[in-house]
């Protein structure tokens, strides 16, 4: 929609293999728990930055803009894609879950950006994507593939320009080095973005080509998938009272275990007063710990927790205790 309100249509994404399927395994299996918890519609905002020039230059020259725009306004599964992702997934996801990815596209999604083209500098948002929590997380590995390489190429010939000064023309020949057929589209787009003249490409036509990331290679070339979770699942909790369903069935159907978040409570009481432990527990942090039990309960036969989840320089600190303490006691009732 412009300024105006009327409704503006957007070309597809110059790389036919940019859909929804171009994304990491664990977005797919969030969105799943999000569901699954009830969160999914809950409003969220997300910020796209990066935390160092490339190069050890001074700034970054932002681009990728367009792609990511013309991504959100096509955003739509197919049912060949959805079948794929019910196939992948674990077989205790629910059916419902499949109805509701039928139905998502981006239309309460907004962004806001810097113009494509400026020169940006670390920590400082590119973008702010705000929106239902489960459709801005599958948004987050297609925006960053979109962006990271975009700007990587347009800073490298910002540079290239400011060497050569104003009065030079450059032009880009990199195709037959290129990462492939898209990286030698992309790049001579991008390369023009950074201030060179002119490519030596000679297409007038979007090209479709192999830039895959984990689900769409998985897809294409049957490679077998793995996922865990993100920061984002972990911070969007605060504490057990946000899980609603509480129930986990043992792994051989004998038992259900119907409050497993009280028991991983108090589990974690047994394991803060353990003197053998030295206190190691007491540094556990709730909010991760929650995310940790939604994400369980939510795929109880397949869980993988993330390893650095606040402070990576922190790991025995903050995850260590908290994966001791959920896999120990998990393993103990035989879940």
């Known amino acids: 929609m412009d300024a105006n309100g009327l409704m503006v249509e957007f070309d597809a994404p110059t790389n036919p293999m940019v859909s929804p399927l171009l994304t990491d395994l664990y977005q797919f299996t969030m969105a799943y728990a999000y569901w699954k918890a009830g969160k999914h519609l809950e409003r969220a ?76 500098f670390p920590k400082i948002p590119l973008m702010r994507v705000e929106g239902p929590i489960a459709v801005v997380q599958l948004l987050e590995t297609p925006f960053l593939n979109l962006i990271n390489y975009a700007s990587l190429v347009s800073t490298n010939a910002a540079r290239h320009r400011v060497v050569a000064g104003k009065s030079k023309s450059l032009l880009e020949f990199g195709l037959r080095r290129a990462q492939g057929p898209d990286g030698g589209i992309s790049a001579s787009k991008y390369c023009y973005i950074g201030g060179f003249d002119a490519t030596s490409l000679m297409l007038s036509f979007p090209f479709g080509a192999l830039i895959l990331s984990n689900v769409a290679a998985g897809r294409k070339f049957g490679i077998p998938l793995r996922g865990t979770h993100s920061h984002a699942f972990v911070s969007s909790y605060t504490g057990p009272d946000e899980i609603i369903e509480k129930a986990l069935p043992r792994f051989d159907g004998s038992y259900v275990c119907e409050d497993f978040v009280s028991l991983v409570d108090a589990w974690l009481s047994k394991l803060q007063t353990a003197d053998s432990l030295c206190g190691v527990f007491s540094e556990t942090n709730l909010s991760e710990l929650t995310a940790f039990t939604s994400y369980a309960l939510a795929f109880p036969s397949s869980f993988l927790a993330l390893v650095d989840t606040y ?5 025995p600190a903050l995850f260590i205790p908290n994966s001791v303490l959920f896999i120990t006691y998990a393993r103990h009732c035989s879940f």
């Open 311 to 315: 402070d990576s320089r922190e790991v």
């Open 45 to 120: 905002v997300f910020d796209l930055f990066f935390r160092k020039n490339p190069f050890g230059g001074e700034y970054t020259i932002f681009a990728g803009l367009e792609e990511c725009i013309r991504f959100i306004a096509n955003f739509k599964l197919k049912e060949e894609e959805i079948d794929f992702i019910r196939a992948v997934l674990p077989s205790t996801c629910e059916v419902g879950f499949f109805d509701y990815l039928r139905g998502i596209d981006c239309s309460d999604v907004e962004v806001y950006a810097i113009l494509e083209g400026s020169a940006v």
